[in-house]
């Protein structure tokens, strides 16, 4: 409750331009890649993309991943959901008994991965109130929260804000939750967008066409019109949704409709989110890549609780739209000047990382723009104009007195 308000559109718009510097610089590395005639690794890049976006809001730091690889939040987040199968057991184990593991005091983070978000949030925070610094992020929101509990004379009010310990853990679940499901939704839709070349170029002319009515620019307002893209993005997370499973616990004995079955008081239980979104009885050929089941009209017909890639009810994701606005940003920022082809170093079938809690293909080299697939050369707005370049060299030639071409 405290924290749904940090995730309202207003809050979207106020956010917006931190990622869009972001996603600058993404598109400065893609190009210098593509200049310098070298393989893109999609998935790492994207990666790299909403790490700098995340740690820029939750953290309020400029990481610049983009630009380099080795930077310190890339590689914690590589390391925050990459588990040995030890690990895997353990984490296992927890979603199925969690009081048990709370009883035993099993830790689930890694105490130095802990311990450097903790003292990046401290660090920050004790800067940001030392200097009077005031940024436009989650961060702030957050540091606003906290302050709540404080009235004008420094002692306590009643009301409940938020400690330092708490802002940390808050601000590790935004990066946990922010980062790498973005950046995944992102990647599957370019593999997807790989393989039907038709859906990419659809995409690519949906970006465009609503960037000729913005002046070229990529502003909030004119990625809500990217309906296309939203689409693709819609179908990408049925077919791959990045949380697999949802988690819940009965909380009154329940008898499901028409059958004998009775879920106990207490039954934690596991809703099959990629199975529901796979059966053919919700959505007909689930294989099948089909943007246009999620057209106006089209999408009107998806029954109730069958497309859960946010989850539903009061707990579902809290990140919704800032995850859709990040990954509508990422895809269209290098399809507009760019056409991706799979290089030969993409697994096909795809396989799936078994270890990682949410869904994200097996390999690190992944979907490539590689040298010879770029689309011509990256276009630089505004795009070319076919139709109205041969018009007006038409109209040079009639009113040409030398006629002729
Ligand atoms: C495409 C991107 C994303 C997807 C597919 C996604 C998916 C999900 C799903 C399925 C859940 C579980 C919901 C449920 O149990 O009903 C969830 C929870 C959550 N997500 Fe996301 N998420 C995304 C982006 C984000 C972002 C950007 C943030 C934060 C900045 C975020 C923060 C969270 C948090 C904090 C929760 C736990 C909410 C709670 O327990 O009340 N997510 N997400």
């Given at each position: ?7 309202t ?25 593509y ?13 790299r ?5 995340i ?13 380099n ?11 925050v ?17 969690p ?42 929101m ?61 995409a ?42 949802i ?39 689930p ?13 009107r ?7 859960l ?50 869904l ?46």
């Open positions: 409750m405290k924290l749904t308000p940090t995730f559109t207003g809050k979207m718009k106020m956010m917006f331009n931190i990622l869009l510097g972001c996603s600058q610089q993404m598109s400065e590395v893609v190009h210098d890649t200049n310098k005639n070298e393989e893109i690794n999609i998935k790492d890049m994207l990666a993309f909403t790490t700098d976006v740690s820029s809001c939750a953290f309020g730091l400029e990481s610049n991943s983009c630009k690889p080795d930077e310190e939040f890339r590689k914690y987040g590589k390391t959901l990459d588990f040995s199968t030890y690990e895997v057991l353990r984490n296992s184990i927890s979603t199925v008994l009081d048990l593991c709370r009883a035993l005091g099993v830790i689930l983070v890694k105490p130095h991965v802990a311990k450097f978000f903790y003292n990046t949030i401290k660090n920050t925070v004790d800067y940001r109130e030392k200097n009077n610094i005031y940024r436009k992020d989650f961060l702030q957050l540091i606003d929260m906290k302050n709540h509990n404080v009235n004008n004379n420094n002692e306590k009010k009643q009301e409940v804000g938020m400690t330092l310990n708490e802002m940390a853990a808050e601000a590790f679940a935004f990066y946990v939750g922010g980062f790498e499901t973005s950046s995944s939704t992102m990647t599957f839709a370019f593999i997807e967008m790989a393989l039907n070349q038709d859906v990419q170029q659809r690519r002319e949906n970006v465009r066409e609503v960037l000729d009515r913005h002046n070229g620019e990529i502003s909030y307002e004119a990625l809500q019109e990217m309906t296309y893209v939203q689409q693709v993005i819609d179908e990408t997370l049925r077919k791959y949704p990045i949380v697999p499973l988690v819940r616990q009965c909380v009154k004995d329940y008898k499901i409709e028409n059958t004998d079955t009775i879920i106990d008081k207490g039954t934690r239980l596991f809703i099959p989110t990629y199975a529901i979104h796979r059966d053919p009885d919700n959505f007909p050929e294989e099948q890549f089909d943007p246009d089941r999620f057209s106006p009209e089209n999408k017909d998806i029954k109730p609780f069958t497309y890639p946010f989850g539903d009810g009061p707990r579902n994701c809290i990140g919704l739209r800032f995850g859709l606005m990040q990954s509508k940003l990422g895809i269209a920022t290098v399809l507009k000047d760019f056409k991706f082809t799979l290089n030969e170093k993409t697994k096909m079938p795809m396989e799936f990382n078994h270890h990682n809690f949410v994200e293909p097996q390999v690190d080299s992944i979907p490539t723009a590689s040298q010879g697939t770029i689309f011509s050369k990256p276009c630089t707005y505004p795009k070319f104009h076919e139709e109205e370049v041969k018009r007006q060299i038409n109209d040079m030639l009639n009113n040409s007195k030398l006629g002729g071409p």
